[in-house]
């Protein structure tokens, strides 16, 4: 499968996660996480969930749902349900998440690691996210400390004020100093 790795502002757009169990709660964290509103639609709704800062609707899923949806997500345990969600969500030009059947969506969430404004996303690019979760627990323990990037920053912005060949002395300098402090060679 060919996908294209991105990072994308979705802040204050709306996301509609069709679902209410623990599969739509860790998809409703994540969206949150992204800045985007949220809506719920189940007719249960994990109790986690209700605790949210989501809009939850306790009923089933209606044809224009997704009205306006950025991010759809389809993640209840039925399939049928899932694949109508799916499809709707794709005809309305959509990013859609389909938690049972990844092949139905055209959006994959990823594992992440973050630590002090640095942010990496791992997939396996195969139905494993055992494997990407791994990765992202291994790379979580190389980022870097807060204090540590703010001093590359400044080191960088130093450097930006240097004549041409001093920058690039002073820029390789920084290049040398990262590699070593993540272990890897410059």
Known sequence: MSVLPVFLNLGGERAVVVGGGAVALRRARTLLDAGM??????????ADLLA??????RRGYRDGDLTGARVVVAATDQAEVNGVVAAAARQAGALVNHAGE?????????????????????SSGRELPLLAQALARRIAALLPAEAQIDGWIAAREHALTLDPPGREAALQGLKTDIHAALGGPA
């Open 52 to 57: 949210l800062p989501v809009t939850c609707e």
């Open 102 to 122: 990844a092949g139905q969506g055209n959006l994959h969430f990823a594992a992440t690691a973050q630590r002090a404004g640095v942010q990496v996303a791992v």
């Open 37 to 46: 509103a949220v809506t719920v639609i189940a007719p249960e709704i994990h």
